[in-house]
C-alpha cells in the first residue's frame, strides 16, 4: 500500500470534486504507478500540466510514485519559460498553432478572424485530432477530457465554457494570446492567410467577374485568400465581422 500526499493547482482543480480543490489530498493506492497514471487516475489530463514536483524536486511523468511523497502539480504556464525547471516538456508550450475538435466550430472561426492559425474540419475522429496535434505541433482544443488523455497528445486544454461568444475569451485569456490577435489577416472559412488584392492589378482583373457588379461600382480594396480563392471586401458582412471583433476586445481589455 502506497499513500502520498498530492495538491492541483489554479485551473487544475476544475476537474476535481469540490472537496478535493485548492488544497492537500490523501491518496491511498496499492501496486507502483507512474506519476502521469496517478494523475489522470484523478481526472486531470497530463496535457494541462505543466510541472510536478515531487518532495519539491522537479520530475517527468515517468517518475514512479513512492511511499510518502508529496506531489505538487502545477497548470500550463504559457507567460514563462520553465524549461530549465519543469521536467515535462523540451522546450516552452509556447506554440500559436491550434487544432480544434469538431464541437468547436464557432470558436475556429472566430480564432481564425482574430488571426489564429487554426486547423478545423468536421468530420475527424479522435484518433486523427491527436495524430495531427502531434505531428503538425499543434494545440489541441477541446471541450472531451478524454481526448486529452491520449497518450500521443502533448499539448492541449480543455475548453471550459460551452459559449461560443466566451470560449474565444478563455482561450485568449488563459494562453495570454492578446499581443498576437491581428484581426482580418485569414481566411475564416479555410485558415488561409490573406493578401491584398489591389483593384485594376492583374490579378484583380482577372477574377473581378466574381465580385457583384454593385461592389465593384463602390469597392477598392479587396484581400484575397491563395489557398481557396475567396475574396473579401469591406461589405455589410464586413462590418458584422469588425463588431464582432470590437465585442470580443472589449471583453478581453475589461
Known sequence: MYSITIRYYEELNDFLSPDKRKKDISFSFRGQRSIKDLIESMGVPHVEVDMILVNGLSVDFNYIVADRDRISVYPVFESMDISGVSGLRPSPLRNTKFVLDVHLRKLARNMRLLGFDVDYEDSRDDELLADISEKDNRILLTCDRQLLMRKIVSRGIIIRSRNPDLQIIEVIERLQLKSLISPF?????????????????????????????????????????????RIYWSGSHYDKLKERVERIMSRILQ
Not at 203 to 213: D, H, N, T, V
Request: proline share 7%.
Open 185 to 229: 489577416t485569414r481566411c475564416i472559412q479555410c485558415n488561409g492567410l490573406l493578401k491584398a488584392l489591389p483593384a485594376g492589378s492583374a490579378e484583380f482583373e482577372s477574377l473581378k467577374y466574381r465580385i457583384p457588379a454593385g461592389v465593384l461600382e463602390w469597392c477598392t480594396e479587396y484581400n484575397l485568400c491563395p489557398s481557396c480563392g
